[in-house]
Structures are given as structure tokens and as C-alpha cells.
């Protein structure tokens, strides 16, 4: 089955730093890269995803980027804000549309001021 | 997007009973629901995937005859931790699909199951 592995585990950087959270992924046949935000006690939050028949997308201060051949994708943000601070999950799917997501163990991202 | 409601958010029960858990998908009709375990600080595992109609396809290590998922109908799927212990303590979530739609995952609140 799919593994998706997360690094940092923990990320602390300064507000209006940037900050980048990579995965990388086992089964070639995944197609569909979502990341997540998740604030405690909550449910995840769809921050961006990626498919993949495309190498970057970016919303505002968020983008993800996406490496097929060497099966890893990145989570960017930029100019980060205390709000961002949260664990922050990417996960990968199989083609199909009801497959299953499989999660990466998460990052803890902490924005000081 | 889709709504997905899950009920109770938060629930306490004594070890050795029964907790019934729903998720609801309230503006779609989802033919596959997920359920997933999340302890504190770690990542959401997979427990099971269930079908509408159908029996539910559960993760290894996972106890089907402890936690039973019914699916019965195309807007809810129940989870039931039965004879809780206080391991089960954890939060429990649920995620919604249908055919033909290819989007993101849709999650519902969670619950906040603790086990005294």
C-alpha cells in the first residue's frame, strides 16, 4: 500500500519568514496530493491540493509543488502570520474517486512573533 | 463544499460499554465512508472503509468485532466502539466520497471519545 513520510516533524520560524514542509510518497499510481491544516480538536482543513498532471499550484501566500519522477511534493507558505501556526498533514490518493487518503504523520508548524 | 456532520463531538463512557458514533453527509450522497483514529499528537489512521449496502473493508490490526461500521443507507455510516477500555480514548473521525466526484476529501467534526 501507499506510505507517505513527512518531514519536519516540528517547525518553528518567525513571523513573515517562510516556511516549507516536504513528503515523499511510495506508490506511483497516486495521483492526487492534498495538504491539510489541523487546529486542535479540530477537523482538517483543506488548504490546497495538487493532481498529478501538474508540477506547481498556488494560492496567495500557499503553494505546493510536485515531483512525479522522484515522488515528493512540498507544502510552501510564505510571509507566515501567528494564524499559521498548526499542524499542518499531506496526504496522497490513489486514482479512483473514492480511494482512500493515506496520511503523512504531520508537522507542527509554530510562527513566533 | 460538501457537508459532513459527525455526532457526538464529544462523548465520555465507562469502560465495558458502547459508543455509537454517526457521520452524515447532508447535501451529497456518499457511497464510501471513511473512519479514522487520531491519538494525541499523531496522524490519522485509517481504521476502515465502508460501502453503502456492503460489508465494511477494514485496515490490518484494526478489530472489525470492536469497532462495527454500518453503512445502511447513502447519508450515514454509524461506528460503534463496543466494550470501550480506556485505550480507546481517542478522536475519531469520519470522511465522506461518492462516485464521480474526484475532489478533495470531505471530514466531518470529529469526536472526542474518552473511556473513564
Known amino acids: 500500500g501507499e506510505n507517505v513520510e513527512q518531514h519536519p516533524s516540528t517547525l518553528s520560524v518567525q513571523e513573515g519568514d517562510s516556511a516549507v514542509i516536504k513528503c515523499t510518497y511510495s506508490?506511483?499510481?497516486?495521483?492526487?496530493f492534498p495538504w491539510y491544516k489541523q487546529e486542535l480538536g479540530k477537523r482538517p482543513q483543506l488548504i490546497i491540493d495538487?493532481?498529478?498532471?501538474?508540477g506547481e499550484k498556488k494560492d496567495q501566500r500557499i503553494a505546493v509543488t510536485l515531483n512525479k519522477t522522484a515522488k515528493h511534493f512540498s507544502l510552501h507558505i510564505t510571509e507566515t502570520q501567528p494564524e499559521d501556526s498548526a499542524v499542518y498533514f499531506c496526504?496522497?490518493?490513489?486514482?479512483?474517486?473514492?480511494?482512500?487518503?493515506?496520511f503523512g504523520t504531520g508537522t507542527r508548524l509554530q510562527v513566533m512573533l | 463544499g460538501a457537508v459532513v456532520s459527525q455526532h457526538p463531538s464529544r462523548v465520555i463512557c465507562k469502560s465495558g460499554t458502547s459508543v455509537k458514533i454517526e457521520c452524515r453527509s447532508l447535501?451529497?450522497?456518499?457511497?464510501?465512508m471513511f473512519w479514522y483514529r487520531q491519538f494525541p499528537k499523531q496522524s490519522l489512521m485509517l481504521m476502515a472503509t465502508?460501502?453503502?449496502?456492503?460489508?465494511?473493508?477494514?485496515e490490518q490490526g484494526v478489530e472489525k468485532d470492536k469497532f462495527l461500521i454500518n453503512h445502511a443507507s447513502l447519508t450515514l455510516s454509524t461506528l460503534t466502539v463496543t466494550s470501550a477500555h480506556p485505550e480507546d480514548s481517542s478522536f475519531y473521525i469520519c470522511?465522506?466520497?461518492?462516485?464521480?466526484?474526484?475532489?478533495?476529501?470531505?471530514f466531518g467534526q470529529g469526536t472526542r471519545l474518552t473511556v473513564v
Open positions: 470522511s465522506a466520497a461518492t462516485q464521480g466526484m474526484n475532489t478533495e476529501a470531505f
Open positions: 447535501d451529497f450522497q456518499a457511497t464510501t
Open positions: 465502508s460501502n453503502e449496502g456492503s460489508k465494511a473493508t477494514y
Open positions: 496526504a496522497a490518493r490513489a486514482t479512483g474517486t473514492a480511494s482512500k487518503l493515506t
Open positions: 495538487i493532481r498529478s498532471n501538474v
Open positions: 506508490d506511483s499510481a497516486s495521483n492526487y
